[in-house]
């Protein structure tokens, strides 16, 4: 007899109301069960069929039984990395169960979930669990217009990803963009998201046509005075966004809200030619839009509530997790990857190899390694945001030579888009192999290394420290208001391992005195790329403090 014999459907209304019915129907289901049992029509033991009856006398073999383990334990190890000993524990029962018979097991189960509990991954991962409830909460409030109707400036990657967790959640949006070539792209990507969600059999190919009738795609901006909000995903380039913003204001009307999707211009400088400057904010998706589920709001010292009301309204509705930051040259999520970037960089450039530093990095509990992931984000982005943060923090964001990312980007070696970065990239093969030409760059640019601060260990750190500082210095400035948002756009934004529950949780349970005393030993060799902030030196110097209580 199996836990669940039998399933009742719900029975809609009828004579007499659903719920009671239903009820009813399923006591003369149960009743007619208990009949078949007693009459022994209904068998209490289960037949083992041949599959069952052949495994059960392999698992006989010890030797077998031996290999079994072996096999799993190597691919749990695989994927895990040993950061997560959940999974390690589960084989340790599920041997002791086969190995010493079920009572055995169910005590070490019980047992080995006591002592999982009290880890600090299970810390991280519940930490990680409650601030993603609170971040799926609008805490600014109703808007005193709700947005029905979205416009999108932009029909490239970001803009037509925009539009298609928009269109996904019944909101009417205009996808507009500047030539046909470009517009019929992103339509094309928006189709295409739906109809891989009708091949996998989540909607209906009725629902992906229904969906796909909430957008219009068009050249101008007609519609655009019944916009309740726009949210432009423009070139990252400060007069292109001025140019759009003075267009769009003038066809707008004077409730809609401007949104820009940029990734580290300062929100003020884009807002500076608004006439408007209370209803402009930050929103930053994350490519891809519809698979990454963060999205970083910037809001400046004249953005209103009610516009912050909107704009996390609409976040919540295209289902993305939302941190709201200050404003600020790549105000909290660009920021804290920049630095790591730039020495990922000189990693590369002192020899460590594009397919190691990625080892390192996923070993470190990652999920993309650093190679992969400057080809993610583009070469040509992460040179631009580069100078652009090198510009506005000076030397501190220093580390490898962007000439580097420039001279690659000058041969078309892009990324993963332009089908060769810091790897070469082929359709349907998932082995990538590095790309020659970029070690004949980093030949060019070669650095002597230390071999005091060169170590595995001391890559891995050099990469996370840099990470971690840039995070508290987010809050101890005041681009942060709690630690909470800071480890919900690490984890779920750049991927910071989920295992150490992001940035202020790692340096809790870490310890801020060991980190400082990594970073000051780095900050020997590399110079203030390695100054711990004011905050974390606090934290260093005073263990009873703690981002988390």
């Known amino acids: 007899m199996g836990l669940v014999d039998q399933l009742v459907d719900p029975l809609g209304p009828g004579l007499k109301g659903p ?46 039984r031996k290999q079994i383990y072996n096999t799993v334990q190597t691919k749990v190890m695989k994927q895990t990395k040993g950061l997560y000993p959940a999974p390690l524990k589960i084989i340790e029962v599920v041997q002791t169960g086969i190995e010493q018979g079920s009572d055995a097991g ?22 990680l669990y409650h601030g993603q409830v609170a971040c799926k909460k609008n805490k600014f409030g109703t808007p005193q217009k709700e947005v029905q109707r979205l416009a999108i400036l932009g029909a490239g990657l970001m803009g037509a990803g925009i539009a298609q967790v928009s269109v996904d959640k019944g909101l009417h949006t205009i996808l507009k963009d500047t030539t046909e070539e470009g517009l019929s792209r992103g339509q094309q990507q928006i189709y295409k998201g739906l109809n891989d969600k009708t091949k996998k059999r989540s909607i209906t190919s009725f629902e992906r046509d229904s969906i796909f009738s909430n957008l219009t795609g068009q050249l101008d901006y007609s519609g655009f005075n019944k916009a309740d909000m726009v949210i432009e995903a423009v070139f990252e380039d400060i007069h292109i966004k001025h140019k759009v913003i003075q267009e769009v204001e003038a066809v707008i009307p004077p409730h809609c809200v401007f949104a820009t999707n940029t990734s580290a211009l300062p929100i003020k400088d884009i807002a500076s030619v608004s006439k408007r400057p209370d209803k402009v904010i930050g929103m930053h998706y994350f490519s891809p839009v519809d698979k990454m589920q963060l999205l970083e709001i910037i809001t400046t010292d004249k953005t209103s509530k009610d516009t912050t009301a909107s704009a996390v309204a609409v976040g919540l509705k295209q289902g993305k997790v939302i941190i709201v930051v200050g404003d600020g040259p790549g105000f909290y999520t660009t920021r804290c990857l920049a630095p790591m970037l730039a020495e990922a960089v000189r990693a ?20 993309v390694g650093a190679a992969t992931l400057a080809d993610e984000v583009g070469i040509d982005v992460a040179a631009h945001v580069a100078e652009d943060l090198g510009k506005a923090f000076g030397s501190r964001f220093g580390g490898g030579n962007v000439e580097v990312l420039k001279t690659m980007v000058a041969k078309g070696f892009k990324g993963r888009k332009s089908g060769k970065g810091c790897y070469i990239y082929q359709e349907g093969t998932k082995n990538k192999n590095v790309n020659p030409g970029v070690e004949e760059i980093l030949q060019k640019f070669k650095i002597p290394v230390n071999p005091d601060v060169a170590k595995d260990s001391d890559v891995q750190y050099r990469l996370v420290s840099r990470f971690v500082n840039e995070a508290v210095m987010c809050l101890q400035e005041g681009i942060l208001t709690n630690p909470v948002e800071g480890d919900i756009g690490a984890v779920f934004g750049l991927g910071f391992p989920p295992c150490l529950g992001g940035p202020f949780r790692f340096v809790d349970s870490y310890g801020a005195d060991k980190l400082v005393e990594k970073m000051r030993k ?27 209580k």
């Open 348 to 367: 590369l450039q002192e020899g460590v190899d594009p397919k190691k530093l990625d080892a390192l990095t996923t070993g470190f509990g990652f999920p």
């Open 19 to 64: 719920e009671e019915r239903t009820m009813e129907y399923l006591e003369e289901v149960a009743v007619e069960c208990a009949k078949g049992i007693a009459n022994k029509k209904i068998s209490l033991k289960k037949e083992k069929g041949l599959m069952q009856r052949l495994t059960d006398y392999v698992m006989g073999i010890p030797f077998v």
């Open 522 to 548: 780095y900050e020997h060799v590399y110079g203030n790329q390695f100054t711990p902030c004011q905050l974390l030196v606090d934290h260093a110097k005073d263990a009873s403090k703690k981002f988390h």
């Open 106 to 127: 169910y005590l070490a189960e019980s047992q080995k979930f006591g002592e999982l509990a009290m880890t600090r991954e299970s810390k991280a991962l519940i930490g």
